[in-house]
């Protein structure tokens, strides 16, 4: 049996278009890392696969900040699944998935580094880790 939504069709619309695409509260706290560690980027380049969220030219290294619900990050308690229309849920992240894998090997065609941040591991207590995996790169 389908669980009823408890918000009319026009409230449950208004609240899907909140959720930001980019300028999340992840994405900041990364941008304002990187430029308190130095670097300097840009934004949203729609020249590049994806349109990364961050692009550090000089280094020829993208930067995607991903939502664990969006992009379906392993093993997350974020990325849960919903309980209503599962099928539209389903294909709607397999769709995600399968982009993403796309710009992954995009970004090996060209030889630029591509980095991948989820929303789990940007917080503010958890910037040392956050280094780490910037670092590496």
Same mark, same amino acid.
């Given at each position: ?11 449950? @619309?208004?609240?899907? @278009?909140?959720? &930001? ?13 990187? =430029? ?5 980027? %840009? ?14 030219? &000089? +280094? ?8 664990? +619900?969006? =992009?379906? =990050? ?5 990325? +849960? ?19 993403? %894998?796309?710009?992954? %090997?995009? +970004?090996?065609?060209? @030889? ?26």
């Amino acid at each position: 049996m389908p669980m009823v939504d408890s918000l009319t069709k026009e409230k449950r @619309s208004w609240n899907m @278009s909140q959720i &930001k695409g980019s300028n999340t509260k992840p994405e900041i706290i990364v941008r304002s890392f990187l =430029h308190k560690a130095g670097f300097r980027f %840009r934004l949203h380049i729609k020249d590049l696969p994806g349109k990364p969220d961050i692009v550090l030219k &000089k +280094y020829m290294t993208a930067i995607f900040v991903d939502g664990c +619900y969006w =992009h379906r =990050h392993q093993g997350c308690k974020l990325a +849960y699944n919903p309980k209503s229309r599962k099928d539209f849920w389903q294909s709607k992240f397999e769709a995600n998935i399968r982009r993403d %894998r796309d710009v992954n %090997r995009m +970004y090996e065609s060209i @030889s630029w580094t591509l980095i991948r941040i989820w929303q789990c591991e940007v917080n503010n207590k958890n910037l040392t880790e956050l280094a780490k995996k910037l670092k590496k790169h």
